[in-house]
T-cell receptor, first 109, second 112 residues
């Protein structure tokens, strides 16, 4: 079966760094997406990885290891506005996104 | 450019009633999707359309139908609503099936 696993909730301090992990099992693999979702709002796109390695985009970076079925999202210099849920999703062989349940990130001052 | 719009924003519906959720995009994207999001669960695909004139079933299609008469519009119909269809419904679109999906603001539906 297809599955995406990520922690339910994480807590971090303003100004710090946090890493949100995601493991995936999909039928075929066409890339790994990360989205941010603030409470009561729609998901918004953060990053896409299809090759192994690190993609950096400002304070956010995303890493992929296809051999390990593993990805992480790294958030640096945390700000209060980063409090949100972070959704990991794998694109399978039919080009359908398989979604994790999301990681709720709580930022404390 | 509005991107993707959904209507209504929220709705309370009596069980057994018929309801159509509307979704319109102005990005000329080929692919469109309907998801539902429930607490503690990931987004679940209801129906999708890879291009105008075609539709397909996702993970949870029962009780829902869609149509894709043109590129811009992708309405979702609940033929006879049941309480288990209480959820937040998101419409999304992507230029092609391989590319990033962009989401509408969602419709919050309560079926009593």
């Amino acid at each position: 079966g297809q599955n995406i696993d990520q922690p339910t909730e994480m807590t971090a301090t303003e100004g710090a760094i946090v890493q949100i992990n995601c493991t995936y099992q999909t039928s075929g693999f066409n890339g790994l997406f990360w989205y941010q979702q603030h409470a009561g709002e729609a998901p918004t796109f953060l990053s896409y990885n299809v090759l192994d390695g690190l993609e950096e985009k400002g304070r956010f970076s995303s890493f992929l290891s296809r051999s390990k079925g593993y990805s992480y999202l790294l958030l640096k210099e945390l700000q209060m506005k980063d409090s949100a849920s972070y959704l990991c999703a794998g694109l399978d062989s039919n080009y359908q996104l398989i979604w994790g349940a999301g990681t709720k990130l709580i930022i404390k001052p | 450019i509005a991107g993707i719009t959904q209507a209504p924003t929220s709705q309370i519906l009596a069980a057994g009633r018929r309801m159509t959720l509307r979704c319109t995009q102005d990005m000329r994207h080929n692919a469109m999707y309907w998801y539902r999001q429930d607490l503690g669960l990931g987004l679940r695909l209801i129906h999708y359309s890879n291009t105008a004139g075609t539709t397909g079933k996702g993970e949870v299609p029962d009780g829902y139908s869609v149509s894709r008469a043109n590129t811009d519009d992708f309405p979702l119909t609940l033929a006879s609503a049941v309480p288990s269809q209480t959820s937040v419904y998101f419409c999304a679109s992507s230029a092609t099936v391989q590319e990033t999906q962009y989401f509408g603001p969602g419709t919050r539906l309560l079926v009593l």
